[in-house]
Each structure stands twice: as C-alpha cells, then as structure tokens.
C-alpha cells in the first residue's frame, strides 16, 4: 500500500516539473530591441544639396580685331590691375602667299609702275628744263624793258610763260611721286610672308588691358597664332567677390526664397560657412542625374555673409555642400523617423508601457531627413521603440537592448 501510495506521488512529481518545464520553454520571451525617450528639441527643416562656387562677375577677353596674337605670358591665377596689366597683344596679319597667277599679274604691275615711274622722272626733267628757259628768257626780257627795248606786253608774256612752266614742273613732280607709291604699292602686293616680318621691326600692336582689378580665372586662347575678331581669349574675375550656385530640383526651388539662411558645409575648412538666398532664377532647365534620370533643375544664388578671411582659400567652381533653412521650430517634442510607421494612411509609433508594445497614432508637424515634430498623440519623455521591425506588434513584450563598450 505505501509503495502504491509513494509509486504515485513520484509521477505527480514528475508530471509537475514537466508541466514546468514546458511552461517555460513556451512562455513568450520579451523582445530585445532599442527603446528611446520622447524629448524636446530644436528642429531644423533644410533643403541639402551639392553647390560649386563661382565668380560674380568674369569677364571674357576677347580679341577686339583680327591680327596675328603673341603668346600669352601670364598664368591662371595671376593678379591684373585695372587699365594697367596687358592681357595681350594683337599684331597685323602677316600677307598670304601667292598663286602662280596671281603672283605673275602682280609682277606685270610691278613692271608696269616701274615704267611708268620712268616716263614721270623724265617729265620732271622736261618741265626742268623748260623752267630753267623761262626764267632765262624773264630775266632778259625785265633788262630789255628797262632800255624800253620791248613793250610791256612782251614782258608779260614772259613772265606768264614763267609761271606756267614752273606750275609744269610741280605737276611733273607731284605725278612723279604718284609713280612712286604706285610702285612701291605693287611691289607690297609681292611681298612674301618671311619678308613682311623683316620688315616689320616694332610695329604699333593692340594691346588688350585688364578691366579690373582681380586675377586670372582661365586662359583660353595661350599660344600666337592668327586670331579673328571676337576670339575669346581670357577670363578674368576678382576672387573676393564669391557666389554660390546650386542646383535644386524645382519642387526644391519652389519653396525656396531670397532671404532664406544657409549654411555652407564640406568646403575644405574648419567650420562652416553661412550665407543668404539672394536669388532663385525663374527659369529651370534640364539635366540628367547620374543614375540616367532626367530632372529639372532651378539655379540657386546664395551670397557668403561669413568674413573673407574665413574662406580666402576658396575659389572659382570649387565644390561645396549647402543646407538651405526653410523652417525652423524651437523648444518642440520631436521623434527620430526610424520609430514612425504608416498605419491606416497615418502615422504610427510603438509606445512602450509597462514593458509591452502599445501602437499610437500621431499628428505630426514639420519633418526633416532624421526627425519629426509631434503635435498630438504621445507626451514627453514616453517611452517608445526606436527600430520597429516583423517581431513587434501591439502587446508584445520588450526589453531594452544591452551594447556591450568593451
């Protein structure tokens, strides 16, 4: 009878602690996951975006006339002064060569003036001549006239005929000297290329001048060569009066305005800058991302307001990043986006409440990238899960994830 009786109890025993067991092994084990604090803060509402900086105003040297262009000596970045730095130098065209028939057609004028210069010397020498006689033939007739040996017309005759022969003889010299240049244009038509520049010596170039005082941005047009009338050439600007430019996509540029405050990071130095909005172009255009995605895009001007000798070391297309302010909200309860969900077309967040998982709708307010302002649904300093994933679901328990510092 006692080991009927001690024969059961053992079972009951054994039962027990395998009803235990089992109750342990499939009792619901907390969830292990991040828990946070709902807290206040400052939220800053930003548009981010890749800027370049550039000159305000460059200005784009250009050959003023077609010539022969001398090397450009200076280098990027060399200072210019106003009205004094030479840019360039800007030499006659030297003439082109000759064909075959052009250059026998220039030949027979040569030849032509040549002969023609010779029959004018000859005429110089006639009417010479001719003078010579009449001054003669005047003196004479004046001592004639003084004995009364010839009346007074025959003097006059004499003395006209004077004046006629030595007007002959300037005109004789006058055309002489239109031969002349008559041969020397002829002959200019058959100078080569190699004897224009032996001729030339030091011939009176265009010099181009600086505009302002500032530096040289680009050099466009380095090497001599023959250049045409509005060759480009230089680009100059002053490095001191810095823009930047950035590009948003329009949906961007609408919310965007003159005024607006930015802060200018990843530019090279130790802090950042800041700046204004100063303007937003009223025209977009189109440019294709780098994934191959056609966006339209709206210029952006910003101005640095930080002292220049803060960012002296920066300069024209430079690459910068800028975060425009678009709001700004103090002092306001707000909550990472990692915690916040769609639920029923809303927004939801898991609450943590005595250890179990409470689903809640929210009302929020203005959102950037890494937060949200809560306008309803949670008070501050309510606990909440940080990462919510498939394992948590309304009252499931779960317990704070514990990183190991060492």
Known sequence: MNFQRSRALLWLVITAVLIIALSFTFWPKPVITDIGKLSKGDLRITISEEGKTRVHDVYVMSAPVSGYLRRIEA?????????QTVIASIEPIDPAFLDPRTEAQAKADVDA???STEFARANVEQAQAELEFAEAELRRMRELRSNNSVSQRELDNAQRDYKTRRAALSTSQASLQMSLFELERAKAVLMSPAASQLSRGSCECVNILSPIDGRILKVLNKSE????????LVQIGDPKNLEVVVELLSFDAVKTKPGQNVLITNWGGNKPLVGK??????????????LGIEEQRVNVIVDIHSDFSEWER?????????????????????VPITALFRDQQKWAIYAVVDGKVEKHHLELGNMNHFFAEIISGLEENQAYVLHPNDQIVSGVSVIQRVYNTQ
Not at 316 to 326: E, G, R
């Open 75 to 83: 280098e990027v970045g060399d200072p210019v002064s106003h009205s």
């Open 113 to 115: 003036a040549t002969s």
């Open 225 to 232: 060569g023959v250049v045409a009338a509005g060759t480009p």
């Open 277 to 290: 909005v100063i303007l937003v172009e009223p025209i977009g255009f189109k440019k294709i991302s780098a």
């Open 314 to 334: 920066l300069g024209h297309a430079y690459q910068l990043d800028v975060d425009i302010l678009l709001s700004e909200s103090k002092d306001v309860l707000i």
